[in-house]
């Protein structure tokens, strides 16, 4: 798999990072990630508290994720073709009314499952206008891209490590209500600061057809085996490990140390994304995806500590998430970064 230069992954060392904007970007990424950190936790161990079982988890998660997978694409059309910016500030106002839903349907009592799903699927369809939006800000609001991905992937294992504890402590000492009610409250935030950004002329071709603009992001996609071939692993990986690791390891995890556990070890998981995140803001390997590519040879650790979670003390439970955590972590900033400088600009939340 060829792996692309590095010579275009930073701009000058120098340039200041915390700027207005990216402060603002910033503030918005930490609390939206804070909200994503936060609810499958939260669903998960309501869901299970509540007497729904795994397979039931397991259907409002995975129709989260079918409807992201399905939307996902037309989310990109449409950031190239109007704005990441306003696309992310509507996806984060449906996510707060939909998250807010749910905290009214269990302050009420034990809401149906068709409503659950209805719900989570809904989210995944507006995670799919956020999503793509993501890494196109990126290039808009600094300089150098790597240490922007290094501090924003430190963002994501600081919410990914506080996230999980905080609904896990919520829904146990207070009520799944208040957890829904805190993470809608984090998307409110995140829409908030992103509609406080100044950014710069933004260059829009509307003279191609929706169905154009695919072709041209199905070219882009193709046409480097190194993208393609990434995200090919990435689908099997998320069929067989992403989709069963969080209804089960919370399963296997709270079962065997008790409810709070599960919320512990995605937090040692978010600890771990820390010092990833720390490191790649250093670290800058000639190949990147080469180098990202070893360090995930530490991610496994992550749902081998699940699968034998009844069989293991929980402090080396937490390690094993952790050590996870790092090489997920690495691997994420040199990914996003050989993205976002190796893609063209207007094509890039497409692709």
């Not at 701009?11 to 207005?20: D, E, F, G, H, Q």
């Not at 259907?59 to 073709?81: C, P, Q, S, T």
């Not at 719900?119 to 793509?132: D, H, I, K």
């Not at 937490?318 to 996003?336: D, K, M, N, P």
């Amino acid at each position: 798999m060829a792996d692309p230069a590095s010579a275009a992954l930073a701009a000058s060392p120098r340039s200041p990072l915390w700027t207005r904007n990216f402060t603002l970007y910033f503030t918005a990424r930490i609390a939206s990630l804070l909200g994503d950190a936060m609810l499958p936790v939260a669903l998960s161990v309501a869901m299970l508290a509540l007497g729904y079982g795994v397979s039931a988890v397991g259907y409002a998660l995975g129709a989260w994720m079918a409807a992201f997978a399905l939307f996902v694409v037309f989310g990109g059309v449409l950031a190239d073709r109007i704005h990441p910016r306003p696309l992310m500030i509507g996806a984060d106002a449906v996510r707060c009314a939909l998250i807010g839903a749910m905290a009214f349907a269990f302050a009420g009592g034990r809401p149906g499952l068709w409503f659950i799903v209805a719900m989570t699927a809904l989210g995944g369809v507006a995670t799919a206008m956020f999503q793509p939006g993501v890494n196109g800000l990126v290039p808009q609001v600094s300089t150098d891209v790597q240490k922007a991905n290094g501090v924003l992937r430190v963002a994501q294992g600081i919410s990914t490590m506080a996230g999980p504890a905080v609904a896990g402590l919520l829904v146990a000492a207070a009520s799944p209500a208040w957890a829904f009610a805190v993470i809608s409250g984090t998307f409110a935030a995140s829409g908030l600061s992103l509609s406080g950004l100044r950014l710069g002329a933004y260059v829009v071709d509307r003279s191609e057809s929706t169905l154009q603009n695919l072709r041209v992001g199905w070219h882009e996609f193709r046409s480097r085996s190194w993208l393609w071939a990434v995200i090919l692993i990435w689908w099997v990986l998320g069929v067989f490990v992403w989709g069963p690791v969080v209804p089960l390891g919370a399963a296997l995890v709270t079962g065997a140390h008790g409810s709070a556990a599960f919320g512990y070890a995605e937090g040692a998981f978010g600890a771990g994304c820390v010092i990833g995140g720390l490191v790649a803001i250093r670290a800058r390997p000639a190949r990147p995806l080469l180098g990202g590519a070893v360090a995930m040879f530490l991610f496994p650790m992550m749902p081998l500590s699940a699968s034998l979670a009844p069989h293991l003390v929980l402090p080396v439970l937490l390690l094993g998430y952790a050590v996870s955590g790092v090489g997920w972590a690495f691997w994420g900033v040199q990914w996003a970064t050989t993205v976002q400088t190796q893609i063209p600009e207007d094509r890039l939340n497409r692709v």
